[in-house]
């Protein structure tokens, strides 16, 4: 038997992540719930396992909670809204977001250095589509910008947090890794 | 090979005694120390020895003469850089080293990238509610074409006066600026007539509806119309991450 208390803040959350549509922070749940966070993790784990055979999910993504449709039924809901799938990174986009991502924060001179090609023209494009940003100014010659990326960018990815990227081995030669091979698994509790 | 004709300049100090061109020849050889070179005196000596015998040639050269030791003991004064740290690679080994590291550096960004590829596939399958009505409506009420209307009922009012200003220099950058500027002094927006002061030219008219449009690309402004045909006023936006659409369904 559930926890009355849990069952009630598990409802409340339910209805805040469909109005919202992008990622709730759990103190943003404690407040909207008005239940101690343990209360209002225990609710979120509760509706992840009630999720688990349905058509929406809910996801751990950039430091909150999400509910969306699950891919398997992507195309039914593409059948609905007619509309053509999102368009994907070009590959040279997502190289350049990768290097940003993991040695964030990053100069342009740097990243070029690195894909040994300019890049000035990828970034804006990432900077427009704000999976990137200014952070601030390398105290060196010419002040170049570093960038950093943003929260778009841990929703784009579906990704928790930074820490939550696939890991990289620095210099490592050829390895794959798990993320690559299939979906993310969004069971976590903490956000 | 000099000719010492009198009146010829000879310079005369504790390490050096003959004619300018020599010493000069020496000091690029390295053979004289320049630290310790008076050159000081031997210009005043020079002035001195010019106004006793003036030749036009003579103290074109001299002069000439003078300035190269002077670039030279500038040189030698100057504090020297230290040697780089490292060497740069020229052994064929480390060269190849480097490349390699390189490479590998590059050949892991591939691999997380094929990564990162895989999680956006997932992603790009997960549809999210829409928000209801965009909370801050960027153009609300407002068809391209009634900006383009304000804009050359604008432009005809610049037109008619006369004179035209001489362009200044006026750069969207900088009417971008004097518009967020303008925004941030007046917070509830300005009518869009305020936006183009009665005195300016048409370039700056232009240049200024230009920053307007860069500025909603931008999302930094809302333009607003309450009823058609009534009066567009601008807003400025807070700029706030998110919402950006690339994750929306």
Partial sequence: MTDPRIREAANAIECVLLVSGEPVRLDQLVEAAQAPPEVVIAATELLQQEYADRGLEIQAVAGGYQLGTRPAYAEAVRRYLGAAGREPLSQAALETLAIVAYRQPITRPEIEALRGVRSEYILERLEERRLIKAVGRKQTVGRPILYGTTDAFLRYFGLRDLSDLPPIEAFGRGAPNAAAAGAPVNTSSEP | ?249
């Avoid at chain 2, 050159?39 to 020895?49: C, E, R, S, V």
């Avoid at chain 2, 002069?63 to 040189?75: F, G, H, P, S, T």
Wanted: charged fraction near 25%; proline fraction near 8%; charge should be negative.
């Fill in chain 2, 1 to 249: 090979m000099t000719n010492t004709r009198p009146g010829t300049f000879v310079v005369h100090t504790a390490t050096f005694e003959g004619p300018l061109d020599q010493l000069l020849r020496l000091a690029q050889q390295g053979q004289v120390d320049l630290q310790t070179l008076p050159l000081a005196d031997i210009a005043a000596d020079y002035l001195a020895h010019a106004r006793r015998d003036f030749d036009v040639d003579d103290v074109t050269e001299t002069i000439w003469m003078l300035a190269a030791l002077i670039e030279l003991k500038a040189r030698a004064l100057l504090p020297q850089p230290p040697p780089p740290e490292e060497p740069p690679v020229d052994d064929a080994s480390d060269l190849e080293e480097l490349l390699e590291e390189r490479l590998a550096a590059y050949r892991a960004f591939k691999d997380v990238a094929t990564a990162l590829r895989a999680l956006e596939a997932y992603q790009q399958r997960v549809f999210l509610r829409p928000p209801d009505e965009p909370d801050e409506p960027l153009l609300s009420g407002v068809a391209l074409t009634d900006l383009f209307r304000a804009f050359q009922e604008v432009l005809a009012r610049g037109r008619e006066r006369g004179a035209e200003i001489p362009p200044e220099g006026i750069t969207v950058a900088d009417r971008m600026a004097a518009v967020l500027a303008l925004l941030a002094a007046h917070p509830d927006g300005v009518p869009f007539d305020a936006l183009f002061p009665p005195e300016a030219s048409r370039l700056e008219i232009v240049v200024t509806f230009l920053a307007l449009l860069e500025l909603i690309r931008l999302l930094r402004v809302r333009v607003m119309q309450e009823a058609r045909f009534g009066t567009i006023r601008i807003h400025a936006r807070i700029p706030q991450e998110g919402r950006s659409g690339a994750e929306a369904g």
